[in-house]
């Protein structure tokens, strides 16, 4: 039997039963403290174990989100770069076209430009030999004045040679090329007959020749003199003798259809 001690430090004696009490309401304690322990232990456990699933799917969860948003943002951008693209090599193509439009109008400047050239250098040749022209017809006409002029003088030997016996001066024709119909001439229908007058020395070649009579048509008459002028002449003979004398050749352009 236990022993206690009261108030006044007199031990006094604890009954049987007493004992067995405080016991039972120990081992309650114990089984009560045990059987929360095991529970909050439980209720722990479970919460420590199926915490990681969720947070695992809600990082997969964000993850592919971020993936999402990194590649929306990657083919925005590829997008902003490639119209970007499109917009510079569209701008290279306009500045293409425009160099080879400029290099063409350049081209054809400068061929405008000669072909004016080569026109103004004709048309100076033309009037230059227009010029000469005027100035042997006017040259010719004088000598024809002088000659004129010394007739009179010449009449008693004109008489005397009256009774002379002349043979006029004529042309070889196989000494020459007949001249050929100008192609633009030809294009027209240009026809005409023209009347010529060359002067011929001793040996029958001509010295100089012109237009007497014209054909209507100025490039006929010069493509004429020019062709026939080439031509060897049987000289005039006076009594036996070649001398110096004019003569006169008609040619006719005539188209053959």
Known sequence: MSEMIDAVGAPRKIGLGQSAESVIAIS???VCAAAGLTAWLSSGGEQSVA????????????SVKNDDALQSEEQMVLAQWQRRLDGEFSQHEQSKLQQQQLATLQEQSAALAMAQAAAEAASRAAEAAEIRARSAEKGRRQALAVQAKA?????AAGVQ??????RA????????SRPEYPDESVRL????????????DTQGVVQDGRIVESSGTRRLDYR???ALSKCQFEPELLNGEAVEATAQLRFTWKLTR
């Open 189 to 200: 229908g240009q026809q005409g007959t023209v009347t010529m007058e060359f002067m011929l």
């Open 151 to 155: 007739a009179p003088q010449q009449g």
């Open 51 to 62: 915490m990681p699933a969720p947070t695992s799917a809600a990082v997969a969860l964000s």
């Open 224 to 226: 004429a003199l020019s």
């Open 28 to 30: 309650l304690l114990g």
């Open 169 to 176: 001066a004529s042309v070889d024709w196989n000494s020459c």
């Open 161 to 166: 040679k009256a009774a002379a016996v002349r």
